[in-house]
């Protein structure tokens, strides 16, 4: 297996879907782009729409405070069955990056030429620059989405 965003058209063409999605507000469990996303609704719609999945994800109803009140790895568990990757040390092009917010993994963002895509409660997609940031030092995880060979 390969990374999926090992070449520069993929990464040109998943920047430009990523820049698409910016402004879109902030909305628990939703996935529509320009309606309103949460985090991980937005990573797993910006892949399907690149063309990394071959079929929408299903995501799980949870409560906006799981993370708070538990230890299960809900966010980690559904990235694990449905998108095919391999951790890594460094984020590169197209990399998943989860945090830790409370007591488990609880906010994903895509990583992309030193900047991170995500969705944040109240506010929607921005683009935040990773290095120095507060974001820099909350990464628990980072996962290269990887194609078959």
Avoid at 32 to 54: M, N, P, S, T, Y
Avoid at 56 to 78: M, Q, S, V
Wanted: aromatic share 10%; glycine share 8%; with cysteine.
């Amino acid at each position: 297996m390969t990374p999926y965003f090992h070449t520069a058209d993929r990464v040109q063409k998943f920047t430009a879907i990523l820049e698409s999605w910016v402004g879109t507000p902030y909305r628990h469990l939703c996935g529509v782009k320009g309606q309103g996303c949460d985090c991980i609704h937005f990573v797993c719609r910006v892949l399907e729409e690149v063309g990394f999945a071959a079929h929408p994800y299903r995501i799980p109803a949870y409560p906006r405070d799981w993370h708070l009140h538990n230890t299960a790895e809900l966010l980690l568990d559904g990235i694990r069955d449905q998108i095919p990757h391999r951790e890594a040390a460094v984020p590169a092009d197209g990399d998943i990056l989860l945090f830790r917010f409370g007591k488990t993994l609880s906010h994903s963002a895509v990583y992309i030429a030193g900047y991170i895509y995500h969705s944040l409660n109240g506010i929607g997609v921005i683009k935040t620059r990773l290095r120095g940031s507060r974001w820099q030092k909350r990464i628990k995880k980072i996962l290269c989405p990887m194609e078959a060979a």
